[in-house]
């Protein structure tokens, strides 16, 4: 599995997390991916992009497309330098909030994607990488 | 784009999203709706979402809001024209908007908000047909 475009974006503001969600549609386009995976997984990003904003207080969004057989996808990565996720077992909890949001952004993300990996330091930041394929 | 423009049409308001918009702007809408609803009396807000491509769980929220604040100030609320895919994804999401009318299209939307309002409205801009009242 190859990665064949790589692009980064900056998430400082709220136009930002539009910016990521476009890229990210054009992106699962080039690869292939159906309708629904597609908004599956500009969805996730959505979530993820608002997350680093509010919570990571900005940081970037990586967008790769990979294609390789039998998987063709997306693979995003966000990344800030925020404050970090004290209990990520709490913050990935259907419902669980910090802030005034539905607690279904971490969560939801994680169920529209085939591959979710999150890692958070405390004063450090946060990465985290999804992915869909079809 | 600082606002996206709410029609009158009879005693509901219209409203479609054509875009794919801010967090920002999707806060402004649910204060301007609030406000029209007051001051036209509307007794139903119709949004079309057939534009949009996704919602997450802010336009969800949003959308939800909406619905919360109309009901309320005494106005149904009915969003119509979500896509397929939109709808999975809302689901897989964790996020089926049951507080939220839906209907498939405009035309089954209005009659819907539409029920059982035209009588009492005497204006001389009143929507042709749709009120058909099948529901009963």
Request: glycine share 12%; proline share 3%; net charge negative.
């Amino acid at each position: 599995m190859s990665a064949t475009t790589d692009e980064v974006l900056p998430i400082r503001e709220s136009d930002d997390v539009v910016r990521v969600r476009q890229a990210v549609r054009v992106r699962a386009v080039a690869a292939g991916l159906g309708l629904v995976d597609q908004t599956k997984i500009v969805t996730a990003a959505s979530e993820l992009a608002r997350n680093t904003l509010d919570y990571g207080l900005g940081g970037t969004a990586r967008i790769e497309t990979f294609t390789g057989s039998p998987e063709r996808g997306v693979r995003l990565t966000f990344a800030d330098n925020g404050p970090g996720i004290p209990d990520l077992e709490r913050a990935l909890t259907d419902g669980y909030t910090t802030g005034g949001g539905l607690g279904l952004g971490l969560s939801g993300a994680r169920r529209l994607c085939n591959e979710f990996e999150i890692d958070s330091v405390v004063g450090q930041g946060t990465r985290i990488t999804i992915a869909r394929w079809k | 784009m600082d606002r996206i423009p709410i029609l009158k049409l009879g005693r509901a308001l219209l409203v479609s999203i054509q875009v794919d918009i801010h967090d920002r702007l999707a806060k402004a809408l649910e204060e301007d709706l609030s406000e029209r609803i007051v001051a036209t009396g509307a007794r139903g807000v119709m949004i079309d979402i057939s534009g949009l491509e996704i919602v997450d769980s802010f336009m969800g929220r949003m959308l939800d809001n909406i619905a919360a604040v109309s009901r309320l100030l005494d106005a149904d609320t009915v969003v119509v024209g979500m896509r397929p895919a939109v709808a999975i994804t809302l689901v897989e999401l964790g996020l089926s908007l049951t507080g939220v009318k839906t209907a498939l299209n405009v035309e089954r939307g209005m009659a819907l908000i539409g029920s059982g309002q035209y009588e009492e409205f005497d204006g001389d801009d009143a929507p042709e047909g749709g009120d058909e009242r099948n529901d009963g």
